[in-house]
């Protein structure tokens, strides 16, 4: 048996084909373009296995609500031609097998949970901070939805009393993501933060807008284990910072592992997302 896996991104598609194992046969990355053409290129590296089940992590917004017409579609993203797209209509058309389908974020959070930083965990946070942040949650083995999927990285943060920054989000403006982003960062400092010094004022920011994120997950969903990764998080210094900052928000108030084993980086790395949609294919079908 043979697993299909999907991490669709915003700037490229990541696609695998595994045995039971789990060990990789093939792996390819193809540029996000159109519809038309990505799919096209995806379709055709799946006709040359015959893999029974395929498993999609999304960029969205998308739509998780199976009850809904519009399940499998991408909603209204600004990523051009993708919105309103039925991305697992599509793959269903070309192939007669099962097609899971869940956000990136989510994916990662699976991938950590079962092969990763969170093994051996009852739940836990996954927390992706590059151009924007978003978060997946696992609990007891299942990825948690709602009437949709969570959007951790559009959560109110308080502002640092010496930032004059407004923000990037188009819809709040000074949300997390607005002012944590990679692409908020570039927006602040005028280029990206990996070629900013460990010293640069806006890490006093990011991580303190950060810790605040964890402080409210840890308060509303207290999981066992966050995981923090994305682009930005390659700042080697940065995850310190949080942490410190976390611990002097939280005061003493609420028990949770400690802190160096409870806010970590991914142990999968980059490839979270595309070893959990492979996963998630392979407990589907056992």
Known sequence: MLYG?????GTK???AVADE???VLER???????PEETMEKVINFFNQYDISVISVGSFGPINVNKESEKYGYITNTPKEGWSDFDFKGALESEFNIPVLWTTDVNTAAYGEYKLGAAQHTRSCLYLTVGTGIGGGLVKNGD???????PEM?????????????????PYHGDCLEGLASGFAIEKRCGEKGKNLASNHPVWEFVSDYLAQALFSYTLVISPEKIILGGGVMKQEHL??????????MMNGYMEYPE????????????????????????????
């Open 28 to 34: 390819v990355s193809i540029p996000t373009t159109i």
């Open 153 to 169: 990285g559009h959560i109110l943060v308080r502002k640092h009393v010496d930032d004059d920054f407004n923000g990037t989000c």
């Open 239 to 248: 995850i310190g910072l949080v942490r410190e900052k976390f611990e002097a």
């Open 259 to 286: 802190v160096e084993h409870y806010i970590v980086t991914p142990e999968l790395g980059d490839d979270a997302g595309i070893k959990g949609c492979l996963v998630l294919s392979r407990d589907e079908m056992n």
């Open 143 to 149: 990825i948690i939805n709602g009437y949709t999927h």
């Open 21 to 23: 194992g789990l060990d």
């Open 5 to 9: 896996a999907i991490e669709a991104g």
């Open 13 to 15: 598609f990541v696609c």
